[in-house]
């Protein structure tokens, strides 16, 4: 890694294998013309970020801690240099199969593959054809990894091969954002000029860094080369389908449906179309559709709609709720369930570069700690913190966010 170091391996209580990293502490063979550091600024925001996600029930690295090192590190001005220490079910990689492969080194691949399929995916092991039944595994796993982050509005913004774990877990948030208002062409990483990892496109990404797994194992599949494409290609063809119906399992949970109907997938949709024209805020805008459950509760965006004179919106919100009234749960139960389902506190962007900023240029950790406690309860109400669920307003708004290097 170009600023990772990975320390070794240790079993958790739960005699659990983990790897045991630190970030930022200098150059490695693969940093080119970086230096390997980092600053306190985007190792705390690794660790707000993925102490939020693992809140959220999203699979993710975690991070221990973040140590000031007390030097400073040289970007467009000097900043305060910190290390993270992180830990993840592995740090194997899409990239990590690269790299062999690009060296035509088979044995390697095929040590990698071993190591591979004994740590996360024994049942591969039993397969006819263990290759391909782990590229299998691995692009299942990610199907129900992007849906989560798609379920919470959660936009990596560097989806490379290198930043893809074959555990299914998040690893490296360096431009990562929570979108606000609901947009999938929402972009944050300073680095992402087209687009390529806006927040709508992160399954076709995902879909491509899979293909170079697929690559990468052809030489390990068995029977002929021609053959082994074809498997390759069906397991890759059959990701996108695999993603849409884990992303509409979440939206279901997140509309408080039950039971699965044929018209829902155009339910989300229109939803979603008229989240997007109004503008509406991702987070709030489920979380408000919890109370809505009830009929006199009129949600942030049928308020929205009316004003501009959108009646598509109550049109929607009527038959939502006839499909809610034909399925079992007691409302309240249902409303609970949604409660539980919807958070109400996520790192919104401006916080978190208030945050941010306090403890680097001032030392002053309270405002992160003070965020910290929220996005690690998020489906919890924490009255007098009533401000954090809102959306930025305009002056507030962040365009773009940076990895640090």
């Known amino acids: 890694d170009g600023r990772a170091l990975l320390l070794g391996e240790l079993r958790d209580r739960n005699g659990l294998l983990r790897d045991v990293q630190m970030k930022g502490s200098g150059r490695t063979p693969w940093s080119r013309a970086g230096d390997g550091l980092a600053a306190v600024g985007p190792m705390l925001r690794e660790y707000l970020v993925s102490e939020a996600m693992h809140a959220l029930g999203i699979p ?20 305060p240099g910190a290390v993270l220490t992180r830990i993840a079910a592995s740090h194997i990689r ?35 054809d263990p290759p391909l039944e782990l590229l299998r595994l691995v692009a299942l796993r990610q199907a129900q990894l992007i849906a989560a982050w798609c379920g919470v509005g959660f936009i990596h913004g560097v989806m490379n091969t290198d930043n893809m774990a074959i555990s299914g877990e998040t690893i490296d948030y360096g431009p990562c954002a929570f979108m ?40 390990l599949f068995s029977g002929d080369t021609e053959d082994a494409v074809a498997r390759a290609t069906g397991v890759i063809t059959a990701f996108m389908d695999q993603f849409d119906q884990a992303l509409l399992q979440q939206m279901r949970h997140k509309l408080g449906l039950i039971t699965a109907q044929a018209e829902d997938t155009q339910l989300v949709r ?19 559709l919890a109370a ?15 004003a501009s004179g959108n009646g598509r ?13 034909a399925e079992p749960p007691p409302p309240l139960a249902r409303r ?14 401006h916080r978190v570069e208030v945050a941010l900023t306090a ?8 405002p992160f700690l003070a965020l910290l406690a929220l996005v690690q309860q998020p489906f919890d109400d924490h009255p007098g913190f009533e401000a954090f669920t809102l959306p930025p307003e305009d002056h507030e708004r962040v365009h773009a966010t940076f990895c640090g290097t």
């Open 60 to 79: 993710t690295t975690r991070s221990l801690a973040v140590v000031a090192t007390g030097a400073q590190v040289r970007r467009e001005e000097p900043l």
């Open 94 to 128: 899409v990239g990590t199969f690269e790299y062999f492969a690009a060296r035509g080194d088979v044995a390697s691949l095929r040590a990698l593959l071993d190591y591979s399929i004994q740590r996360h995916y024994p049942e591969a092991a039993l397969a006819d």
């Open 180 to 219: 606000d208002h609901y947009d999938p062409a929402t972009v944050f990483s300073s680095i992402d000029h087209r687009g390529r990892y806006s927040f709508g496109n992160q399954a076709t990404i995902a879909k491509w860094n899979l293909a170079r797994l697929a690559e990468c194992l052809l030489p």
């Open 270 to 288: 229109e939803l979603l179309q008229a989240m997007q024209q109004q503008r509406a805020d991702f987070t709030l805008t489920f979380r408000q």
């Open 292 to 306: 809505a459950t009830e009929h006199g509760a009129v949600p942030a965006l049928q308020t929205a709609a009316n």
């Open 313 to 325: 919106v109550s049109d929607w919100l009527g038959r939502w709720r006839a499909r809610l009234a």
């Open 336 to 349: 609970v369930a949604m409660l539980a389902t919807n958070p109400a506190f996520i790192p919104r962007n």
């Open 359 to 366: 403890a680097s240029e001032h030392a002053d950790m309270a």
